[in-house]
């Protein structure tokens, strides 16, 4: 800034700290006409600029389409393998979760009818649930099968994540 224009910006200042606005507004109009008054850029240098700017928009637009056009069939090929390769171990698992379930529900009837049988409070019903629920959780084939489908919601919320992320950039 030169001396004019800083003596300029000094009296805009101050005349909005004192509650000048008319005044203030006026002033700050030629502060700004006076500092936003240099050389625009040539024609010739926004026409180069703006079609950069249009192809590196219609790249990215290829290139999100061309992401799509491959990704879904790659993606969805990829869910059969990884279906058809895990369906045993994923029925396997089901199985054993079954079979937990009802292990657990049948000692749960036996506990309580004999508990109830053998006058048992509610405290000591209470403490032989948790035993049981205890027991199931505690079983690591239980453990690995939360573990695993916890990977899997994960992996699906990423994929979620960049799918609608792809969409996002092919609107603009």
Known sequence: MNDQQSRDWRRWVE????????????IFGGVFRASAGGDLPSAQFTA??????????????RRARRIRAIGWPVGIVAAVLIVYTTAGLMMSAFSAIVVGALNLLVSLVV???TAASAGGDVWSIASSLGRAIAGVLASP???TTILALQGIAVA???????LLRSDRESFR
Do not use: N, P
């Open 141 to 143: 084939s239980v453990t």
């Open 15 to 26: 005349a909005e700290q004192a509650g000048e606005d008319d005044a203030a507004d006026a």
């Open 111 to 113: 506990k309580i009818a």
């Open 156 to 162: 699906a919320l990423i994929a979620l994540q960049r």
């Open 48 to 61: 180069v600029t703006m079609a950069a700017v249009a192809e590196a928009a219609a790249r990215d637009a």
